[in-house]
C-alpha cells in the first residue's frame, strides 16, 4: 500500500510558477510510476503528466507540454510537478497517483491517491 500526500498548491498570479510535492509512505515507492492528474469544479478528472519507475523517461498532456516538468527522487520518496508560465486555465484540485505501469493517461489505471492541492490562478 502507497500512501500519498501532495502540498506546494496555492494561488498565483498567472504567468507566475509552482511546484508541487507529492511525499509517499513506505519502502515501495521506487516501484511505482507516478501521474500528476488536475480536475477543475464541473470537469472530469485529466491527466497532466507521468514518470516512470527511474525518473528516466515523462510523458505529458499537450496542454502544458513545455510548461511543465514532472521528476521524482526515489531517495526522498517524493515526486514533483513545476509548473511554469501558469495559465488561468491551469488552476484545479492538482492529484499525485501510483500506478504499477508507466504511461496511463486514465485515472482508473492508478491505484493509489493523494487527497489533492488546490492551484488557483489568477488573470
Known amino acids: 500500500q502507497v500512501q500519498l500526500v501532495e502540498s506546494g498548491g496555492g494561488l498565483v498570479q498567472a504567468g507566475g510558477s509552482l511546484r508541487l510535492s507529492c511525499a509517499a509512505s513506505g519502502r515501495t515507492f521506487s516501484s511505482y510510476s507516478m501521474g500528476w492528474f488536475r480536475q477543475a469544479p464541473g470537469k472530469e478528472r485529466e491527466f497532466v503528466a507521468a514518470?516512470?519507475?527511474?525518473?528516466?523517461?515523462?510523458y505529458y498532456a499537450d496542454s502544458v507540454k513545455g510548461r511543465f516538468t514532472v521528476s521524482r527522487d526515489n531517495a526522498k520518496n517524493t515526486a514533483y510537478l513545476q509548473m511554469n508560465s501558469l495559465k488561468p486555465e491551469d488552476a484545479a484540485v492538482y492529484y499525485c497517483a501510483a500506478d504499477r505501469e508507466f504511461g496511463h493517461t486514465a485515472a482508473p489505471s492508478y491505484d493509489y491517491w493523494g487527497q489533492g492541492t488546490q492551484v488557483t490562478v489568477s488573470s
Open positions: 514518470i516512470n519507475l527511474s525518473g528516466r523517461y515523462t
